[in-house]
């Protein structure tokens, strides 16, 4: 048996060891606490700042792209704008060209008028100096208007009437349709309308169009010999040459001053 003093002393340095030992540990798990709770601190004010700067981004890129949308809109708007000016100005220009043009047939030129509800014009200075197709479709261009295009046999008609009446009937004139630079028999009025081959204004007696697809090209004119029909002829042949008809664009009939008989 250890004597008594052993005993107590024992106690007593073993209980105030165990005390320093468990209050080391309680020191120890405080500091570690008090660091992780820094460190916890910090992240959250390193989470702030990361949320902080996000949101700024965030709202630097919505500012970016609603600046971009404002101006993509003042774009498109400034293009409409510069259409709609472009298309002034174009229409501006159309219309002073188209006034020029429609003066230039009003100048004096030495033309007598035929009536046809359309206006025709027949250049009686040249009366005595026939064309080729060509010739013709020039003259009349250069006199800002086309060979005469009617559109239906009472056109026709009309126009074979007058030009019967005041020239005779062994005459022969040119009109603006023919397959120039087309399918050989597709013919065409100037303005691009079809002008087919089992239309009714052709002279169909003599089975007209029947000269096309033999290596030239054919234009269509109206021979007063044959009544008011068509036939299609050799467009350059001089030996054909024929007297012509020049038809008013419509959009000058208010700028026109001379009487039509």
């Not at 970016?64 to 498109?76: C, E, G, P, Q, T």
């Not at 079809?194 to 169009?209: C, R, T």
């Not at 234009?219 to 008013?248: G, I, P, Q």
Request: glycine residues 4%.
């Amino acid at each position: 048996m250890r004597p008594l003093w052993l005993l107590m002393s024992t106690l007593l340095f073993g209980t105030a060891t165990a005390t320093n030992d468990t209050d080391d540990a309680s020191s120890f798990e405080q500091d570690v606490r008090n660091q992780l709770n820094e460190i916890l601190w910090k992240v959250d004010e390193l989470r702030k700042k990361a949320n902080d700067n996000r949101n700024d981004a965030s709202d630097k890129f919505d500012s970016m792209m609603s600046a971009l949308r404002a101006l993509k809109r003042d774009i498109n708007d400034t293009w409409i704008e510069a259409r709609k000016t472009n298309e002034v100005v174009q229409n501006m220009d159309k219309v002073a060209k188209q006034k020029s043009s429609c003066e230039a047939i009003n100048s004096g030129l030495p033309l007598t008028t035929v009536s046809n509800r359309i206006k025709y014009y027949i250049p009686a200075l040249l009366m005595k100096h026939r064309l080729t197709w060509y010739q013709a479709r020039d003259f009349c261009a250069n006199n800002s208007m086309y060979l005469a295009s009617p559109r239906n046999q009472h056109e026709l008609n009309r126009l074979y009437d007058k030009i019967k009446d005041r020239y005779g009937t062994n005459t022969h004139w040119w009109l603006s349709a023919s397959d120039v630079n087309q399918t050989a028999g597709d013919f065409k009025w100037h303005n691009g309308r079809a002008f087919h081959q089992d239309n009714s204004m052709w002279y169909n007696d003599a089975n007209e169009p029947n000269s096309f697809g033999k290596g030239h090209e054919a234009c269509v004119n109206l021979a007063t010999s044959v009544r008011a029909k068509l036939n299609d002829d050799d467009c350059a042949d001089s030996k054909k040459d024929h007297y012509f008809v020049c038809e008013v664009p419509e959009e000058c009939y208010g700028s026109i001053e001379q009487e039509v008989d």
